[in-house]
């Protein structure tokens, strides 16, 4: 299996961008193709320097989820959109913030690759995380003692790199997780990271009801088997092609450990129904008008 396609969503990146904000747009922007990744290895970033913001191996479906505030799960479009894969390199304008960046990338889109979709409400099969019926059973970790002396113009990175030996996501200003021999690391994670997170390695979306705010440090343990799974949940998740047989190992398949190990640490996933927002891409170029 090639793992390099699972390491990073960069819907994290979407955590960046919080507020609603009016239509606005890069000042200047290029986007090329990625270049291909040598076979099981590989890595995507976005990094915010200044007025610089550079995207390194997003999908299209992926800048459509950022651009429009949703998960990848919640784009609907060609196969291609999940597979073809750009760099973008663009220049905020003056007096704007890191926060507007979504408008920006839909006015890109929309001039570059022509995109036209709509909204529909379509119910989803969800995991729903919270605190069990015990209580939590984990601490949450003190504040950042340098936030308040952070430059707040300081450059934001965000990382994932990844190999059949496992994955790590790098979520800046001290925020990361590991996914390696059949554990989930995860330090000064918050719980509405941890579920969008997590999720890419399960067979539904995780919705956070946890009321969590702070942030905290864990390990996940779990089997080989369901590791093993869990790991294939990604790939499929990323919009990798995989074999036959290794789609047949998630027929009927289930990760127990993983719901075991949430609830050692105070947490449950609920399986439920939920109706949420669904993009459907009705057009779209598949490469991007000249620079």
């Known amino acids: 299996m090639n793992a390099t396609r699972v390491v990073l969503n960069l819907l994290a990146a979407a955590a960046l961008f919080a507020q609603d904000s009016p239509q606005v747009q890069f000042e200047v922007a290029s986007i090329r193709p990625s270049a291909e990744q040598p076979q099981g290895t590989g890595a995507a970033a976005v990094r915010i320097?200044?007025?610089?913001?550079?995207?390194?191996?997003?999908?299209?479906?992926?800048?459509?989820?950022?651009?429009?505030?949703?998960?990848?799960?919640?784009?609907?479009?060609?196969?291609?959109?999940?597979?073809?894969?750009?760099?973008?390199?663009?220049?905020?304008?003056?007096?704007?913030?890191?926060?507007?960046?979504?408008?920006?990338?839909?006015?890109?889109?929309?001039?570059?690759?022509?995109?036209?979709?709509?909204?529909?409400?379509?119910?989803?099969?969800?995991?729903?995380?919270?605190?069990?019926?015990?209580?939590?059973?984990?601490?949450?970790?003190?504040?950042?003692?340098?936030?308040?002396?952070?430059?707040?113009?300081?450059?934001?990175?965000?990382?994932?790199?990844?190999?059949?030996?496992?994955?790590?996501?790098?979520?800046?200003?001290?925020?990361?997780?590991?996914f390696s021999n059949n554990r989930f690391e995860a330090k000064r994670l918050t719980m509405p990271t941890l579920a969008e997170h997590l999720e890419r390695f399960v067979d539904r979306p995780i919705v956070d009801m946890t009321s969590l705010k702070g942030s905290y440090d864990f390990t996940l343990e779990m089997t080989e088997e369901d590791y093993r799974i869990m790991l294939i949940h990604a790939a499929v998740t990323a919009g990798v092609v995989l074999p036959p047989q290794a789609l047949g190992l998630l027929e009927g398949a289930s990760t127990p450990s993983l719901f075991d190990a949430l609830q050692r640490l105070g947490l449950k996933l609920d399986a439920r129904r939920a109706p949420l927002d669904l993009l459907v891409v009705d057009e779209m170029r598949k490469t991007p008008t000249e620079n």
């Not at 989820?65 to 304008?93: E, I």
């Not at 709509?118 to 504040?143: C, Q, R, T």
């Open 49 to 178: 320097d200044g007025a610089q913001v550079r995207f390194a191996g997003p999908t299209l479906k992926e800048y459509i989820a950022m651009a429009n505030r949703v998960k990848v799960y919640q784009v609907s479009g060609p196969d291609w959109l999940g597979s073809d894969r750009f760099d973008v390199a663009a220049t905020l304008p003056a007096g704007s913030s890191p926060s507007e960046i979504p408008e920006m990338l839909q006015r890109l889109l929309d001039e570059r690759f022509q995109v036209k979709l709509h909204h529909e409400k379509k119910e989803f099969p969800v995991y729903v995380l919270e605190v069990g019926k015990d209580g939590l059973k984990m601490h949450e970790n003190a504040p950042d003692p340098e936030a308040a002396q952070r430059d707040a113009k300081a450059p934001i990175n965000r990382a994932g790199s990844g190999s059949a030996q496992g994955i790590s996501v790098d979520l800046g200003r001290g925020s990361s997780y590991n």
